[in-house]
Protein backbone atom coordinates (compact mmCIF):
# COMPACT_ATOMS: atom_id res chain seq x y z
CA UNK A 1 0.00 0.00 0.00
CA UNK A 2 1.15 3.75 -0.90
CA UNK A 3 -0.53 6.23 1.87
CA UNK A 4 -0.22 8.61 -1.05
CA UNK A 5 -2.55 7.09 -3.10
CA UNK A 6 -5.38 6.60 -0.74
CA UNK A 7 -5.41 10.17 1.48
CA UNK A 8 -4.92 13.01 -0.62
CA UNK A 9 -5.93 16.88 -0.33
CA UNK A 10 -9.35 17.34 -2.41
CA UNK A 11 -9.42 21.44 -2.90
CA UNK A 12 -5.86 23.28 -0.98
CA UNK A 13 -8.18 25.47 0.85
CA UNK A 14 -5.43 26.69 2.98
CA UNK A 15 -3.57 30.09 2.48
CA UNK A 16 -0.38 29.77 4.91
CA UNK A 17 1.11 27.12 3.12
CA UNK A 18 3.34 26.56 -0.06
CA UNK A 19 1.40 23.70 -2.33
CA UNK A 20 3.91 23.21 -4.62
CA UNK A 21 5.23 21.46 -1.53
CA UNK A 22 3.21 19.25 -0.69
CA UNK A 23 3.98 15.55 0.36
CA UNK A 24 1.88 12.51 1.61
CA UNK A 25 4.46 9.38 2.05
CA UNK A 26 4.38 7.47 -1.91
CA UNK A 27 6.95 4.51 -0.28
CA UNK A 28 5.33 0.89 -0.52
CA UNK A 29 3.94 -0.36 2.88
CA UNK A 30 2.41 -3.43 4.66
CA UNK A 31 -0.05 -1.60 6.91
CA UNK A 32 -0.54 -4.91 8.92
CA UNK A 33 3.15 -4.26 10.07
CA UNK A 34 3.02 -0.72 11.33
CA UNK A 35 2.35 -0.36 15.43
CA UNK A 36 3.41 3.30 15.64
CA UNK A 37 2.35 6.15 14.03
CA UNK A 38 5.66 9.18 14.46
CA UNK A 39 3.45 12.85 13.69
CA UNK A 40 6.00 15.46 12.88
CA UNK A 41 4.93 18.90 11.77
CA UNK A 42 4.86 19.77 8.06
CA UNK A 43 7.06 18.78 5.18
CA UNK A 44 10.36 20.70 4.90
CA UNK A 45 10.92 23.66 2.72
CA UNK A 46 12.55 21.16 0.22
CA UNK A 47 11.49 18.23 -0.87
CA UNK A 48 15.50 17.09 -0.98
CA UNK A 49 14.39 16.96 2.57
CA UNK A 50 12.05 15.37 2.97
CA UNK A 51 11.68 11.80 5.61
CA UNK A 52 11.66 9.49 2.59
CA UNK A 53 13.53 11.34 -0.25
CA UNK A 54 16.68 9.72 -2.18
CA UNK A 55 20.41 9.94 -0.33
CA UNK A 56 20.58 11.67 2.99
CA UNK A 57 17.77 14.22 3.66
CA UNK A 58 17.80 16.27 6.74
CA UNK A 59 14.65 15.08 8.09
CA UNK A 60 15.51 11.32 7.85
CA UNK A 61 19.33 12.67 9.63
CA UNK A 62 17.25 14.00 12.83
CA UNK A 63 14.76 11.20 13.04
CA UNK A 64 17.10 8.63 12.17
CA UNK A 65 18.94 10.35 15.57
CA UNK A 66 16.21 10.23 17.49
CA UNK A 67 15.68 6.73 17.52
CA UNK A 68 19.82 6.19 17.82
CA UNK A 69 19.51 8.17 20.87
CA UNK A 70 17.19 6.20 22.26
CA UNK A 71 18.66 3.27 21.96
CA UNK A 72 17.26 1.68 18.71
CA UNK A 73 19.98 1.34 16.22
CA UNK A 74 18.80 2.48 12.93
CA UNK A 75 20.31 4.28 10.13
CA UNK A 76 17.48 4.78 7.36
CA UNK A 77 13.86 5.17 6.92
CA UNK A 78 13.65 1.75 6.17
CA UNK A 79 15.21 0.79 9.22
CA UNK A 80 12.81 2.80 10.89
CA UNK A 81 9.97 1.30 8.55
CA UNK A 82 11.14 -2.01 9.79
CA UNK A 83 11.07 -1.37 13.44
CA UNK A 84 6.84 -0.92 12.47
CA UNK A 85 7.41 2.98 12.74
CA UNK A 86 5.80 4.77 10.27
CA UNK A 87 6.64 8.45 10.01
CA UNK A 88 4.28 11.08 8.49
CA UNK A 89 3.25 14.85 8.65
CA UNK A 90 0.64 16.60 10.55
CA UNK A 91 0.22 19.13 7.73
CA UNK A 92 0.94 17.70 4.03
CA UNK A 93 2.13 21.21 2.66
CA UNK A 94 5.62 23.09 3.77
CA UNK A 95 4.90 25.88 5.71
CA UNK A 96 5.18 29.89 4.77
CA UNK A 97 5.96 31.10 8.16
CA UNK A 98 6.87 30.18 11.67
CA UNK A 99 3.58 29.41 13.08
CA UNK A 100 0.41 27.53 11.13
CA UNK A 101 -2.64 29.40 11.52
CA UNK A 102 -5.48 26.81 13.26
CA UNK A 103 -7.63 26.15 10.50
CA UNK A 104 -4.84 24.83 8.11
CA UNK A 105 -4.16 22.51 10.82
CA UNK A 106 -7.92 21.65 11.34
CA UNK A 107 -8.38 21.16 7.47
CA UNK A 108 -5.59 19.20 6.75
CA UNK A 109 -6.18 16.99 10.15
CA UNK A 110 -9.70 16.13 8.76
CA UNK A 111 -9.11 16.18 5.35
CA UNK A 112 -6.13 13.66 5.32
CA UNK A 113 -4.60 12.99 8.46
CA UNK A 114 -7.78 11.45 10.23
CA UNK A 115 -7.68 8.88 6.98
CA UNK A 116 -3.90 8.15 7.04
CA UNK A 117 -4.27 6.93 10.72
CA UNK A 118 -7.18 4.80 9.51
CA UNK A 119 -4.98 3.21 6.59
CA UNK A 120 -3.03 1.47 9.74
CA UNK A 121 -5.05 -1.07 11.83
CA UNK A 122 -2.38 -2.63 13.41
CA UNK A 123 -1.36 0.69 15.65
CA UNK A 124 -0.51 0.93 18.80
CA UNK A 125 0.40 4.22 19.36
CA UNK A 126 0.99 7.42 18.00
CA UNK A 127 3.91 9.42 18.75
CA UNK A 128 2.90 13.78 18.52
CA UNK A 129 5.91 15.27 17.74
CA UNK A 130 5.57 19.21 18.45
CA UNK A 131 2.92 21.32 19.12
CA UNK A 132 1.22 21.14 15.80
CA UNK A 133 0.74 17.07 15.19
CA UNK A 134 -0.87 18.03 19.37
CA UNK A 135 -3.26 20.44 18.01
CA UNK A 136 -4.14 18.16 14.97
CA UNK A 137 -4.81 14.96 17.31
CA UNK A 138 -6.85 17.67 19.46
CA UNK A 139 -9.15 18.29 16.54
CA UNK A 140 -9.35 14.86 15.26
CA UNK A 141 -10.52 13.82 19.07
CA UNK A 142 -12.72 16.53 19.73
CA UNK A 143 -14.55 15.69 16.48
CA UNK A 144 -14.99 11.79 17.58
CA UNK A 145 -14.73 11.85 21.03
CA UNK A 146 -16.95 15.49 22.20
CA UNK A 147 -13.13 16.88 24.05
CA UNK A 148 -9.71 17.54 23.17
CA UNK A 149 -7.05 14.89 23.92
CA UNK A 150 -4.27 16.79 25.56
CA UNK A 151 -4.37 19.71 27.23
CA UNK A 152 -2.63 23.06 27.07
CA UNK A 153 0.73 23.47 28.62
CA UNK A 154 4.50 23.11 28.44
CA UNK A 155 5.21 19.42 26.89
CA UNK A 156 7.83 18.80 29.46
CA UNK A 157 4.71 18.53 31.88
CA UNK A 158 1.97 17.36 29.72
CA UNK A 159 4.40 14.43 28.37
CA UNK A 160 4.48 12.96 31.63
CA UNK A 161 0.65 11.54 31.74
CA UNK A 162 -1.01 8.89 29.89
CA UNK A 163 -3.35 9.70 27.17
CA UNK A 164 -5.46 7.56 25.20
CA UNK A 165 -8.07 8.19 21.99
CA UNK A 166 -9.81 5.24 21.59
CA UNK A 167 -7.26 2.23 21.54
CA UNK A 168 -4.37 3.99 20.91
CA UNK A 169 -2.02 5.22 23.79
CA UNK A 170 -1.24 8.97 22.55
CA UNK A 171 2.68 10.16 23.10
CA UNK A 172 2.96 14.26 23.21
CA UNK A 173 6.63 14.44 22.86
CA UNK A 174 8.88 17.61 20.72
CA UNK A 175 9.50 18.26 17.33
CA UNK A 176 12.87 15.58 15.97
CA UNK A 177 12.93 17.78 12.97
CA UNK A 178 14.82 21.11 12.02
CA UNK A 179 18.07 22.36 12.98
CA UNK A 180 17.63 23.37 16.79
CA UNK A 181 16.72 19.35 17.48
CA UNK A 182 20.37 18.69 17.39
CA UNK A 183 21.50 20.96 19.54
CA UNK A 184 18.71 21.15 22.46
CA UNK A 185 20.16 18.13 24.51
CA UNK A 186 17.16 18.24 27.02
CA UNK A 187 14.29 17.74 24.10
CA UNK A 188 16.60 15.22 23.08
CA UNK A 189 16.48 13.10 25.88
CA UNK A 190 12.48 13.17 26.32
CA UNK A 191 12.28 12.36 22.76
CA UNK A 192 14.23 9.25 22.98
CA UNK A 193 12.38 8.57 26.08
CA UNK A 194 8.98 8.65 24.25
CA UNK A 195 9.69 7.01 21.44
CA UNK A 196 11.37 4.08 23.40
CA UNK A 197 8.62 3.65 25.67
CA UNK A 198 6.00 3.81 22.57
CA UNK A 199 7.83 1.49 20.78
CA UNK A 200 7.70 -1.08 24.52
CA UNK A 201 3.90 -0.90 24.25
CA UNK A 202 2.10 -3.45 23.73
Given at each position: MRPSKYVKCPDFPCS????????IPDIEIEPEKIRVMMISEAPPE????????RNDPFYMRTTVQAFNDA???VASMKDVLDQGVYVTTAIKCAKTA?????ETI????????EKEIGLFPSVKTILLMGDTAIKAMNYIAKKNAGKRLVPSGPTYKIRKVKYFYKQLRVFPTYLQTGKSYLIEQSKRKMI???????????
Open positions: DVNKQIYLDKGDYFYAGIKYSIFPENCCFRILAEDIKTALKYP
